[in-house]
């Protein structure tokens, strides 16, 4: 990692409600960190609030008021609409906005960034390929030729920016770049653990989005916490299958045990968009477009189109009834099949012969 001796910049591409809770940690992490440059870029997709420019209102007020109100940001914190200007000159770049941009997104600053620049992607989401499953992190990796690392981890943006108490995962490929990641995020209350197997780390912060549908199913169905234990049980069993079957490199059992894994299944499981709305979902009957529409604000829901994607990759692979879990999720969601099905697909889970 030849990167300048000068005092590294940062950029964060997005700036939705973890992005902006991201930015918070890092503005008021490079203040006191003479490695980092002290101003921090942060790519803002141009909105008008009530009249004013959303970015005007983040670099005057230093609030995002639209995706994570109430939260005041660090004033070194800058606003840029222009995703081109915001990431020039930028040592470290920090994804952070839904999946499904992230083509378009590469495909924009791709050249305009140095060639000797460090990526970090917090995206939780997969993509397909010819040969299947395209992670996050390959695509970056592939379109601008740049080392990229992981974090995932139970973070649920908003206790994050409360300062609540949490940890979570760096993957990574090269160790001293996810050491310095670890260097300009950690603080006493966001604890990080850096590991090498990056390809599972991803996986996780993806996989899971479809579990928590399922255990939002339940919840709309007032199962109860057990069965809500045995979705969580069983979808952690469909991950770890599926990571080791679609996974390049070795995929340790371990690595589903630190925050990416089993921490961050939990709380998206009880906490979090994915669950929520799979909950309306069952109650109100309307389709899960009309729902995050309705209930988000504005943000993306990952959960039912990573099991889109997921469905396909298995369908191809001929490997739908090895998940039954993660295949319930995506045919309830897009093909109207009955949600108490769910309990059908728990009751003669594999897993149980």
């Avoid at 005007?56 to 004033?75: Q, S």
């Amino acid at each position: 990692m030849a990167l300048s001796a000068a005092p590294l910049k940062v950029c964060v591409v997005g700036s939705g409600n973890w992005g902006s809770a991201v930015a918070k940690i890092i503005g008021n992490n490079v203040k006191t960190l003479q490695k980092f440059a002290s101003t921090v870029n942060m790519w803002v997709f141009e909105e008008n609030i009530n009249g004013r420019k959303l970015t005007d209102i983040i670099n005057n007020d230093h609030e995002n008021v639209k995706y994570l109100p109430g939260c005041k940001l660090p004033d070194n914190v800058v606003a840029i609409p222009n995703l081109r200007e915001a990431v020039q000159d930028a040592d470290l770049l920090v994804f952070v906005i839904p999946h499904q941009f992230i083509h378009k997104v590469c495909d924009e600053i791709t050249g305009h960034v140095r060639r000797k620049a460090l990526g970090i992607t917090l995206i939780k989401g997969i993509d397909e390929g010819p040969e299947g499953l395209k992670l996050i992190s390959d695509i970056i990796r592939e379109k601008m030729g740049i080392d990229i690392s992981v974090l995932m981890g139970a973070n649920i943006a908003s206790e994050v920016a409360a300062e609540k108490f949490c940890e979570t995962t760096i993957g990574c490929k090269i160790l001293e770049n996810g050491l310095l990641f670890k260097e300009l995020l950690q603080t006493p209350n966001f604890r990080i653990t850096v590991v090498d197997d990056a390809d599972a780390v991803e996986l996780c912060g993806a996989l899971k989005n479809i579990v928590a549908v399922g255990a939002g199913f339940c919840d709309g169905l007032c199962c109860g916490d057990n069965t809500k234990a045995a979705v969580i049980r069983l979808g952690l069993m469909e991950m770890i299958a599926f990571a080791k079957i679609f996974c390049k490199g070795q995929v340790s059992t371990a690595t589903f045990l630190e925050s990416c894994g089993i921490a961050d299944l939990i709380t998206t499981c009880y906490g979090g968009r994915n669950r929520r709305v799979a909950e309306a979902f069952v109650k109100t009957g309307k389709s899960i477009e009309e729902l995050e529409n309705e209930m988000l604000n504005g943000q993306k829901l990952q959960g039912p189109q990573t099991s889109a994607e997921v469905y396909r990759i298995l369908k191809q692979k001929g490997m739908l009834d090895k998940f039954p879990l993660f295949t319930a999720v995506y045919e309830i969601c897009y093909e109207g099949r009955p949600v108490k099905d769910i309990i059908s697909c728990l009751q003669s889970h594999p897993q149980h012969n």
